[in-house]
Nanobody, 123 residues
Framework: QVQPGESGGGLVQAGGSLRLSCAAS??????MGWFRQAPGKEREFVAA????????YYADSVKGRFTISRDNAKNTVYLQMNSLKPEDTAVYYC??????????????????WGQGTQVTVSS
């Protein structure tokens, strides 16, 4: 059974950095992405990357601060988060899509989801 598993969350001060990892074994995924959900808010798109790593997609709120990458040999996707802000505080979820249909920002484009990892940024 495919079940992405996130790691790397934690508590960091504003301006600091964290790197999230997501391992998803079992099959090849055309698109892997990250979403986040803050308390009382809807889940929102953060970043996504295609299989070859040649195309990346970012929410405007994280452009220039977050970088998504993947290592297909390890079936792992990473999210490097720099210059973190208190508003980045959320549970971060890894998502994987078998096929790419031209949409990466919608949660229903993805087939598998991780359990989430908490990221807390203190001011």
């Amino acid at each position: 059974q495919v079940q992405p598993g996130e790691s790397g969350g934690g508590l960091v001060q504003a301006g600091g950095s964290l790197r999230l990892s997501c391992a998803a074994s079992g099959r090849t995924f055309s698109i892997m992405g990250w979403f986040r959900q803050a308390p009382g808010k809807e889940r929102e798109f953060v970043a996504a990357i295609n299989w070859s790593g040649t195309n990346t997609y970012y929410a405007d709120s994280v452009k220039g601060r977050f970088t998504i990458s993947r290592d297909n040999a390890k079936n792992t996707v990473y999210l490097q988060m720099n210059s973190l802000k208190p508003e980045d505080t959320a549970v971060y979820y890894c998502a994987a899509a078998i096929q790419y249909y031209g949409v990466t920002t919608r949660s229903d484009a993805y087939d598998y989801w991780g359990q989430g990892t908490q990221v807390t940024v203190s001011s």
